[in-house]
């Protein structure tokens, strides 16, 4: 590919139009334009690169287009049209800016499409192409970002639900306090749909205490539980006024009605995500790694992307994620700190990943608890961990070879295999 001798920088609007500016070698401005979002407006974007040479040797594909934004109607646009597009984080333009009016703040949408363009051409090498991952990634990833959304919700609901409850029926949080999900169970939002208030759980008989179990899924230890509640929601303890309990019991039942939508939603997003992982051809070896379930693999498949060039280092996949280091070292002063700028999404799946290795990978365990040893607190030693997982996993994904116990800790090979947690009823 011949060296660029154009540059290009697009400030992008919801409202207003986007600026185009391109610029030559030396940083003089030789073409601007305002373009809708619009597909008249992507193809004068497009003549308008092509028109820069007549010359065969270079062609508007030679022009990279640098832009805030990865995502967007338009970006899609210009990548399928082959365009090359440089994504640039907006804090560091803003620096870029501050350094060329260091003494006032200026900005203006033509001048911050000017900048972008001089970014590149002065610094090209230091920003990274985007990357083109496969449609099925990109459908993937829409999905697993609107499935975090819809666990944030879930936890947001919740909290509501739980809030709204200690004022009037506490009774109803100390029910499920001890059980994985606590007041998210189906069963309790179920019991809470008939009894919203500590007078009609009382009145609650014990076969339908058991047949609201039975029908919410519960197949394990239902009479147990049945007896539990039947006895816990007839113990004294303190009461709103009748008049203000069947007011709160309602604005609870309000706020579960979200939550059960929010539920619904998440459990479709699970379903649909599992599905699509499984038929993506990276999957077989996603799923070779320890501790790495549909969702936990659809997630790092979401935020890695399937582009077999995006990261040519396990390094720069670390440090993309946030699991390598951060060092600053200026004089007789040095330091070594974690990483914060970086793909958050990535950040905590990597947590929950490594944390589940540790019972699913003797290797896995055996590091972690080196780490521990050598001084690491817990969240230190997790994100250690985190980078020699994704270093594994970097090698496996570029020479297409499952994960394997012996070739990614060696040293622990000879270690005993962990067995699985014991599960205690729910």
Not at 147 to 171: G, I, K, M, T, V
Request: contains cysteine.
């Amino acid at each position: 590919m011949a060296k660029p001798r154009w540059w290009a920088g697009v400030d992008w609007s919801e409202q207003h139009g986007h600026e185009v500016a391109v610029v030559d070698a030396t940083g003089t401005p030789v073409a601007r334009a305002r373009i809708d979002d619009t597909p008249d407006g992507v193809r004068e974007l497009l003549r308008l690169l092509a028109g820069l040479s007549s010359s065969h040797r270079h062609s508007r594909k030679q022009v990279p287009v640098a832009i805030e934004t990865t995502r967007g109607l338009l970006v899609e646009a210009l990548r399928r049209a082959g365009q090359p597009m440089i994504p640039l984080n907006t804090a560091m333009v803003a620096r870029y800016r501050g350094r060329l009016t260091p003494t006032r703040r200026r900005k203006s949408d033509s001048g911050d499409a000017l900048l972008l363009a001089n970014i590149i051409r002065t610094d090209g090498e230091l920003h990274r192409p985007m990357a083109q991952p496969s449609p099925t990634a990109e459908a993937l990833k829409t999905l697993v970002l609107a499935h975090w959304h819809a666990r944030r919700d879930q936890r947001l609901y919740d909290n509501r639900l739980r809030s709204a409850l200690r004022e009037y029926f506490p009774a109803a949080i100390q029910a499920w306090a001890k059980l994985p999900g606590r007041t998210l169970r189906p069963e309790a939002r179920a019991l809470l749909r008939v009894a919203p208030t500590p007078q009609a759980a009382a009145q609650l008989r014990w076969s339908r205490i058991s047949r609201t179990l039975t029908d919410a899924g519960r197949t394990r230890q239902v009479i147990e539980h049945t007896d539990r509640l039947h006895a816990l929601f007839r113990e004294p303890a303190l009461r709103q006024p009748a008049e203000v309990e069947q007011a709160m019991g309602e604005r609870m039942l309000a706020i579960l009605a979200q939550l059960d939508q929010v539920c619904r939603v998440a459990d479709d997003l699970t379903a649909r995500i599992t599905e699509m992982f499984a038929s993506h051809p990276h999957a077989p070896i996603y799923a070779s790694m320890p501790g790495v379930g549909p969702i936990i693999g659809a997630r790092l498949l979401a935020e890695i992307g399937d582009a077999p060039d995006r990261f040519g280092t396990a390094r720069g996949l670390r440090a993309y994620a946030g699991a390598a280091p951060l060092t600053w070292a200026s004089g007789g002063t040095s330091s070594v700190t974690m990483r914060t700028a970086c793909n958050r999404r990535l950040k905590v799946t990597g947590h929950q990943w490594a944390f589940a290795t540790l019972t699913r990978s003797p290797g896995a365990r055996a590091h972690y608890d080196r780490r521990r040893e050598a001084g690491d607190r817990y969240a230190a030693a997790l994100r250690n961990l985190y980078g020699r997982l994704l270093t594994c996993l970097h090698h496996c994904l570029t020479e297409g070879e499952l994960y394997r116990e012996e070739v990614a800790f060696p040293a622990a090979s000879a270690l005993p295999a962990i067995p699985e947690p014991a599960i205690a009823a729910p």
